[in-house]
């Protein structure tokens, strides 16, 4: 008889437990949804699709041979190669994350932070990166000259 | 030491390297005083520390969307409210803690006056504590401009412009405090670094010596007990109760924040945030600046243009600062809390206080207006309803400490009262009313200091 109280006071003491166990997690979540949902960024806002370069990107384009812009809200990069025909990279660097350059003299693109050089379609040409940089499409339209870049297109 | 059970696991480990032991030792033994007298009154510090570790959190939250600026503060805190999930609630959290973390610091405070808890050895634990408040407030009034929107504009411009009334500083004050002669973003900066920085560092470290304090010499046992005859453990008895008055307080704080929230886009609230700050655009009726303050805007009000020579606010801020300066020295005025007798004098003046600034902030509040709100007759009737409410509260608090603690010290609420009924029911301008009224609470106290000197030459005289 003894041995069935114990038995039943200690169902009864780890009942209590888990009741205070379970509202502790309970209350807890319900405080860490919230921060968690506030701290998550939330989507960039910004047109996504095809970009036309504005008069001004255009004009660094035509005195620096390069231009970084942002489309459907990546960096890409647009340049001149010495054929005067007109390419577009993804301008962030597949390593660790650097922002690219086009070296005309040189003709590749380079990445400054650890020394990575691409050739003009984005291969891998020394350096650290693992991955080609990915391409995109861009043209020279009729009228003026303004650019079009689109959705990105799966590199070779 | 035949008690040191930390010889294993990571308390061991620990104990090994950075000797524990006597501070766990001396937690374990930690008590607070027990007896007769309520508890309620050891809760509220605790209580307020609650409401600050809120702030620090949801504040740090804040942080992370806010952008202090001319072109971005407002837009930022618009977003944060409109479009972050869960900014308005992060905000609504921050500002209701605000509001309820001066509402139990006051009555901290305000208890520990009661009670005597400031007389030796506390002193200093009372005068970091008032440090403390005046932090607290320091924050409210930073906090308020960083939305940067009309009220707080110009709630700012008001409040800040009273600091040109000190003297031979005055000016030089206005313009760090502002960051140049008027409010504009460089104000937003200055405060910006003040709320988020300096009040933060300065009240942390400040805690810290108030909460040392508070350890070393314990809770104070009731008045006359120099040492409490019993004790309970603060360990884990206290910590308990303080940590399940913590959750109701958290409980209180969540349902004022969804079911009364602050700000932008949510249905019927969008006055809160109101309109962006213009500072060529004229000050519009309804600027105040946050309750706590609304007495000294009271005040401020009251008080002419020139008086004595002086200009109505040098007079106002030289009254504040006298009334102030008393509370925050009040551990070496009361001299019979100091021999542990009791000193009702200080707990009336405690009262007079309280009922002075409540008719100051019914006043403030327009409790009572007619339309309009700012015409003569008005401002007669709002001044009759606040009379009546604090008359009412007055003889509430008079009657409780008459019956229930057998007051018979009553010169301060006295006079407060005398003085609400000289202005609100007599029409008195309010200042001569309240020169009245001081006139004859100083020779009441006079009376009673010539009485207790007579009994004390001459004991059993004219009894």
Same mark, same amino acid.
């Given at each position: 008889?003894?041995?069935?109280?114990?038995?039943?006071?200690?169902?009864?003491?780890?009942?209590?437990?888990?009741?205070?166990?379970? %509202?502790?997690?309970?209350?807890?979540?319900?405080?860490?949804?919230?921060?968690?949902?506030?701290?998550?960024?939330?989507?960039?806002?910004?047109?996504?699709?095809?970009?036309?370069?504005?008069?001004?990107?255009?004009?660094?384009?035509?005195?620096?041979?390069?231009?970084?812009?942002?489309? %459907?809200?990546?960096?890409?990069?647009?340049?001149?190669?010495?054929?005067?025909?007109?390419?577009?990279?993804?301008?962030?660097?597949?390593?660790?994350?650097?922002?690219?350059?086009?070296?005309?003299?040189?003709?590749?693109?380079?990445?400054?932070?650890?020394?990575?050089?691409?050739?003009?379609?984005?291969?891998?040409? %020394?350096?650290?990166?693992?991955?080609?940089?990915?391409?995109?499409?861009?043209?020279?339209?009729?009228?003026?000259?303004?650019?079009?870049?689109?959705?990105?297109?799966? %590199?070779? | 030491?035949?008690?040191?059970?930390?010889?294993?696991?990571?308390?061991?480990?620990?104990?090994?390297? +950075? /000797?524990?032991?006597?501070?766990?030792? $001396?937690?374990?033994?930690?008590?607070?005083?027990?007896?007769?007298?309520?508890?309620?009154?050891?809760?509220?510090?605790?209580?307020?520390?609650?409401?600050?570790?809120?702030?620090?959190?949801?504040?740090?939250?804040?942080?992370? +969307?806010?952008?202090?600026?001319?072109?971005?503060?407002?837009?930022?805190?618009?977003?944060?409210?409109? #479009?972050?999930?869960?900014?308005?609630?992060?905000?609504?959290?921050?500002?209701?803690?605000?509001?309820?973390?001066?509402?139990?610091?006051?009555?901290?405070? @305000?208890?520990?006056?009661?009670?005597?808890?400031?007389?030796?050895?506390?002193?200093?634990?009372?005068?970091?504590?008032?440090?403390?408040?005046?932090?607290?407030?320091?924050?409210?009034?930073?906090?308020?401009?960083?939305?940067?929107?009309?009220?707080?504009?110009?709630?700012?411009?008001?409040?800040?412009?009273?600091?040109?009334?000190?003297?031979?500083? &005055?000016? *030089?004050?206005? /313009?760090?405090?502002?960051?140049?002669?008027?409010?504009?973003?460089?104000?937003?900066?200055?405060?910006?670094?003040?709320?988020?920085?300096?009040?933060?560092?300065? $009240?942390?470290?400040?805690? &810290?010596?108030?909460?040392?304090?508070?350890?070393?010499?314990?809770?104070?046992?009731?008045?006359?007990?120099?040492?409490?005859?019993?004790?309970?453990?603060?360990?884990?008895?206290?910590?308990?109760?303080?940590?399940?008055?913590?959750?109701?307080? @958290?409980?209180?704080?969540?349902?004022?924040?969804?079911?009364?929230?602050?700000?932008?886009?949510?249905?019927?609230?969008?006055?809160?945030?109101?309109?962006?700050?213009?500072?060529?655009?004229?000050?519009?009726?309804?600027?105040?600046?946050?309750?706590? @303050?609304?007495?000294? +805007? /009271?005040?401020? #009000?009251?008080?002419?243009?020139?008086? $004595?020579?002086?200009?109505?606010?040098?007079?106002?801020?030289?009254?504040?600062?006298?009334?102030?300066?008393?509370?925050?020295?009040?551990? *070496?005025?009361?001299?019979?809390? /100091?021999?542990?007798?009791?000193?009702?004098?200080?707990?009336?003046?405690?009262?007079?206080?309280?009922?002075?600034?409540?008719?100051?902030?019914?006043?403030?509040?327009?409790?009572?207006?007619?339309?309009?709100?700012?015409?003569?007759?008005?401002?007669?009737?709002?001044?009759?309803?606040?009379?009546?409410?604090?008359?009412?509260?007055?003889?509430?608090?008079?009657?409780?400490?008459?019956?229930?603690?057998?007051?018979? *010290?009553?010169?301060?609420?006295?006079?407060?009262?005398?003085?609400?009924?000289?202005?609100?029911?007599?029409?008195?301008?309010?200042?001569?009313?309240?020169?009245?009224?001081?006139?004859?609470?100083?020779?009441?106290?006079?009376?009673?200091?010539?009485?207790?000197?007579?009994?004390?030459?001459?004991?059993?005289?004219?009894?």
């Amino acid at each position: 008889m003894p041995e069935n109280t114990s038995n039943q006071k200690s169902t009864r003491r780890s009942f209590l437990d888990l009741v205070l166990g379970a %509202s502790s997690v309970a209350c807890l979540g319900s405080i860490l949804y919230p921060v968690i949902r506030y701290l998550k960024p939330l989507p960039r806002a910004g047109g996504v699709g095809p970009t036309r370069l504005t008069p001004e990107e255009l004009a660094k384009l035509e005195k620096e041979h390069f231009v970084i812009v942002p489309v %459907s809200g990546k960096r890409v990069l647009i340049l001149q190669n010495a054929a005067q025909e007109i390419l577009a990279v993804d301008a962030k660097c597949t390593h660790e994350g650097c922002t690219v350059q086009y070296l005309p003299g040189e003709s590749v693109i380079w990445c400054a932070c650890h020394n990575a050089r691409f050739d003009l379609d984005g291969r891998v040409l %020394s350096g650290p990166p693992p991955r080609p940089l990915p391409k995109y499409a861009a043209e020279r339209q009729e009228d003026g000259g303004i650019l079009i870049v689109a959705e990105r297109r799966q %590199s070779e | 030491m035949s008690d040191s059970g930390h010889g294993q696991g990571w308390l061991g480990w620990l104990d090994r390297r +950075y /000797q524990i032991t006597p501070l766990i030792e $001396f937690l374990r033994h930690k008590e607070v005083p027990k007896g007769p007298h309520s508890m309620v009154w050891y809760y509220l510090g605790g209580m307020t520390m609650f409401f600050f570790l809120v702030q620090v959190v949801t504040g740090v939250l804040l942080l992370m +969307y806010y952008q202090p600026g001319e072109a971005t503060a407002y837009e930022s805190i618009r977003y944060l409210t409109t #479009k972050v999930p869960f900014g308005w609630l992060m905000r609504s959290v921050h500002c209701w803690s605000a509001h309820l973390m001066i509402i139990s610091l006051v009555t901290h405070m @305000f208890s520990t006056m009661m009670l005597k808890a400031y007389r030796p050895p506390r002193e200093l634990t009372w005068v970091t504590g008032y440090i403390l408040f005046a932090l607290t407030l320091g924050f409210g009034f930073s906090g308020y401009l960083l939305p940067w929107n009309k009220l707080a504009f110009f709630a700012t411009s008001v409040g800040t412009d009273l600091v040109k009334s000190v003297p031979l500083i &005055g000016n *030089w004050l206005l /313009q760090v405090l502002r960051g140049g002669p008027d409010v504009t973003a460089n104000t937003l900066y200055r405060f910006f670094a003040l709320h988020v920085v300096i009040l933060p560092l300065a $009240f942390v470290s400040l805690i &810290g010596v108030h909460l040392l304090f508070v350890q070393r010499q314990g809770m104070a046992p009731p008045l006359g007990a120099k040492v409490a005859p019993r004790g309970m453990r603060f360990f884990p008895s206290f910590a308990l109760r303080d940590l399940l008055l913590w959750l109701v307080c @958290f409980m209180v704080l969540l349902v004022l924040a969804v079911f009364v929230p602050y700000g932008p886009g949510i249905p019927g609230m969008d006055w809160e945030l109101g309109q962006k700050a213009d500072p060529l655009a004229p000050a519009f009726p309804g600027i105040k600046p946050e309750w706590y @303050f609304l007495w000294e +805007y /009271q005040l401020l #009000k009251e008080f002419p243009p020139h008086l $004595f020579g002086l200009e109505g606010p040098q007079l106002c801020l030289l009254v504040v600062s006298l009334l102030l300066g008393i509370w925050a020295i009040i551990p *070496w005025l009361d001299r019979q809390a /100091q021999r542990e007798q009791p000193s009702p004098g200080f707990s009336d003046f405690g009262w007079g206080a309280i009922l002075f600034l409540t008719f100051l902030t019914l006043k403030a509040w327009d409790i009572g207006a007619m339309e309009p709100a700012t015409s003569g007759s008005s401002l007669k009737v709002i001044s009759r309803t606040c009379a009546w409410w604090t008359i009412g509260a007055g003889a509430v608090i008079i009657g409780i400490r008459w019956l229930l603690h057998r007051h018979r *010290w009553f010169v301060f609420t006295g006079a407060a009262l005398l003085h609400v009924v000289l202005h609100g029911w007599l029409g008195l301008p309010y200042l001569v009313a309240g020169v009245i009224a001081a006139v004859l609470a100083a020779v009441g106290i006079a009376m009673i200091f010539l009485r207790t000197a007579e009994r004390r030459v001459n004991p059993g005289g004219s009894r």
